[in-house]
Nanobody, 118 residues
Framework: QAELVESGGGLVQPGGSLRLSCATP????????MGWYRQSPGKQRELVAR???????NYADFVQGRFVISKDNLKKAVFLEMNSLKPEDTAVYYC????????????WGQGTQVTVSS
């Protein structure tokens, strides 16, 4: 089975909202620092938001308070609530599970497309 499974992407108008979800059926959720990254055509993959090893959160500058990362330890899932979406937010969004603090590998989901367009 896939370790990480994203869902919730789609087409939304500028100013709209989307909530991305990442289920983690294939990993021991509590051992990993979860995060969201994105990649636009012709650009490198970049951080959107992540949980730090100390439990805090870290957001990219371009988020500017529009996105919120959250997680549900019982459901073993991580979420990205995205508001006030802009056309430049259009990208494939990837869920990641970073196990480096415990000497474990990093896992990536298959990605979910987010398109912001009128």
């Amino acid at each position: 089975q896939a370790e990480l499974v994203e869902s919730g992407g789609g087409l939304v108008q500028p100013g709209g909202s989307l909530r991305l979800s990442c289920a983690t059926p294939g990993i021991a959720f509590r051992l990993y620092a979860m995060g969201w990254y994105r990649q636009s055509p012709g650009k490198q993959r970049e951080l959107v938001a992540r949980f730090m090893k100390d439990g805090g959160t870290n957001y990219a500058d371009f988020v500017q308070g529009r996105f919120v990362i959250s997680k549900d330890n019982l459901k073993k899932a991580v979420f990205l609530e995205m508001n006030s979406l802009k056309p430049e937010d259009t990208a494939v969004y990837y869920c990641s599970a970073d196990g480096s603090a415990r000497g474990l590998r990093t896992y990536w989901g298959q990605g979910t497309q987010v398109t912001v367009s009128s």
